[in-house]
């Protein structure tokens, strides 16, 4: 073994040693370190990726958009009989938010961010999201949209974090069941199909959930706050000790744009 | 030396690329790995100094991107895609004099299987903090179908590196290439 191979050696196992030592804090730091660079990269990419998605998507045939025109026709004298009706509604809708102090109500302070990136790993189920600490994010904060729970936010750098999915098997939430007393911890699949799923565990084995009841967060635990919509039941099973519900997550998880980070109250 | 820079910011590239690529749904949500099989080219073509850093590099990376802090602790040591890459990229090493006869088919069946032997062993790490351990269809899949897929990958990939290398003037070269 020449001299240069036995330096290189000796500073690869220091350089592997250093790393192995370091703590969850100096992980996640040079974690965030890492991203930062790369940030302008992911972004870049994302960019690239949309306008191929986009020309892709306009890439279509005589007769589809035959058929589109057609059907947008259709639609639009539907939607014209449906806009008239939600005048009415909006009116309703104004007055009783108004009555209501809605904007008061709404308890959380968000901070709009676009996906930038997903799912880079086998084994792990994360998004990355163009906002961070600049932004006043932080770690294990909740990630929502319109629909419900997304996950929680986990490496943070500078204008760049990455978020667990609630598909995730480390995202745990504690949960409970619309209608009923049960509480439970939701956590995703190790492995995931096509369409992931979540596990409602620790209910009791009488609780007997019906396909469509809702899961919500419980705020127990206190990274998320209580009443997000986390997903549906679609089954219930009674197993030795306890109960076990599958959910289907709220959110689509594969088709992210968009989320909000809940990074505190009004 | 300007084939191994190059080699390490094609790793740096891929391992971007890989953000963007989607997992393919008719193969259980497999997904698509292009730096294990540059990493693995370079365990053949690269003399072990410039081996062992670019193994770094290509762990460091892989490291940076996927490790999980949950709660206090690092789910799988930052560092341990590199002991992997450095463990299967020996392994590959070992199999040189091969390549310097120009037998690009060790390059490709063992990219493959050491693409799938990388995810395996993250697959065991993960398992063993978690605590519980399964094999399911689905598992094998995600395990095997990266590694067919760097199987297939690998000769177009051996071949373009091949190119670069000869472009490069890369001093290392196998004695009867494909190109």
């Not at chain 1, 306009?58 to 449906?82: F, H, I, M, P």
């Not at chain 1, 990136?117 to 770690?139: F, V, Y």
């Not at chain 2, 560092?79 to 299967?88: E, K």
């Not at chain 2, 392994?91 to 120009?102: E, K, Q, S, T, V």
Request: overall charge positive; charged content about 15%.
């Amino acid at each position: 073994m020449s001299r240069t191979s036995i330096v290189v050696l000796v500073l690869f196992i220091a350089a592997l040693g250093y790393l192995f030592s370091l703590g969850a804090g100096g992980t996640r730091k040079l974690q965030a370190n890492v991203y930062q660079f790369l940030a302008p990269f992911l972004s870049s990419g994302s960019g690239i990726q949309k306008q191929i998605t986009s020309v892709r998507s306009n890439l279509k045939s005589l007769d589809d958009l035959q058929g589109e025109n057609n059907s947008l026709r259709v639609e639009n004298r539907s939607l014209k009989a449906t806009n008239q009706a939600l005048r009415d509604v909006e009116h309703e809708v104004n007055r009783l938010r108004h009555a209501l102090n809605y904007r008061e109500r709404a308890v959380f302070k968000l901070v709009p961010a676009e996906v930038v990136a997903r799912d880079p790993s086998t084994w792990w189920r994360t998004l990355t999201i163009n906002r961070g600490k600049q932004d006043g994010i932080e770690s294990d904060m909740p990630v929502v949209t319109d629909e419900g729970l997304v996950g929680k936010t986990t490496t943070v750098s500078a204008n760049i974090t990455v978020v667990l999915l609630v598909s995730d098997e480390n995202c745990r939430v504690a949960t409970n069941v619309e209608g009923t007393r049960e509480q439970g911890i939701v956590t995703g699949e190790r492995v995931a199909g096509q369409s992931p799923l979540l596990n409602l565990n620790f209910l009791s084995k009488q609780a007997n959930l019906q396909p469509g009841q809702k899961a919500y967060t419980s705020g127990v635990g206190g990274v998320f706050p209580p009443g997000l919509l986390i997903g549906n039941v679609k089954d219930f099973r009674a197993r030795e000790l306890d109960g076990q519900a599958q959910l289907v997550p709220a959110v689509d998880l594969t088709k992210l744009e968009d989320v909000f980070v809940v990074v505190g109250r009004k | 030396m300007i084939f191994f820079l190059v080699l390490m910011v094609l790793v740096f590239v891929a391992q971007i690329a890989e953000f963007f690529i989607p997992p393919l749904d008719w193969m259980s949500n497999a997904h698509v790995y292009i730096t294990p099989v540059l990493v693995f080219y370079g365990a053949m073509a690269l003399p072990p100094p410039l081996l062992l850093v670019l193994v770094f590099w290509a762990g460091f990376l892989l490291d940076a991107v996927t490790a999980q802090i949950i709660g206090s602790h690092v789910e799988i040591s930052f560092g341990s895609s590199i002991l992997l890459y450095a463990i299967l990229a020996g392994i590959m090493h070992g199999l040189r004099p091969l390549f310097a006869r120009g037998r690009w088919e060790v390059h490709c069946i063992m990219s493959g299987i050491c693409t799938s032997a990388l995810l395996l062993g993250q697959y065991l790490m993960l398992s063993f903090r978690r605590g519980s351990i399964f094999f399911s269809r689905e598992v094998w899949w995600q395990i095997g179908g990266p590694g067919l897929l760097a199987m297939i990958m690998a000769p177009l990939v051996f071949w373009a590196l091949q190119w670069l290398a000869r472009a490069t003037a890369y001093p290392y070269l196998p004695r009867r290439g494909l190109v």
